[in-house]
């Protein structure tokens, strides 16, 4: 079993920053994929971005250049660093490790 506690979420104006981690504790290995998804009112679940064990790391299309995923392999912990923050990116933002989620935190952009 897989535990993770999301942090960093609140509100802020568009173009300014906020910095997300996940903590994991449980069954959790160096290799498992760590990532963030995000959903919008109305909207599906979508990939913000993902890491490997590795580093290799895949971003959404929106968010290329502004966003960037990190982790920390002693700490069992994922960053999102979200910079230049736009209102649609308004939305509850999911930590993702192997096949477990986090419980969300929101992330209000306004303009």
């Known amino acids: 079993q897989v535990q993770l506690v999301e942090s960093g979420g609140g509100l802020v104006q568009a173009g300014g920053s906020l910095r997300l981690s996940c903590a994991a504790s449980?069954?959790?290995?160096?290799?498992?994929?760590m990532g963030w998804y995000r959903q919008a009112p109305g909207k599906q679940r979508e990939l913000v971005a993902t890491?490997?064990?590795?580093?290799?790391?895949n971003y959404g299309y929106s968010v290329k250049g502004r966003f960037t995923i990190s982790r920390d392999n002693v700490k069992n912990t994922v960053y999102l660093q979200m910079n230049s923050l736009k209102p649609e990116d308004t939305a509850v933002y999911y930590c993702?490790?192997?096949?477990?989620w986090g419980q969300g935190t929101q992330v209000t952009v306004s303009s």
């Open positions: 890491i490997t064990g590795g580093g290799s790391t």
């Open positions: 449980g069954s959790i290995f160096s290799g498992n994929v």
């Open positions: 993702k490790v192997a096949l477990f």
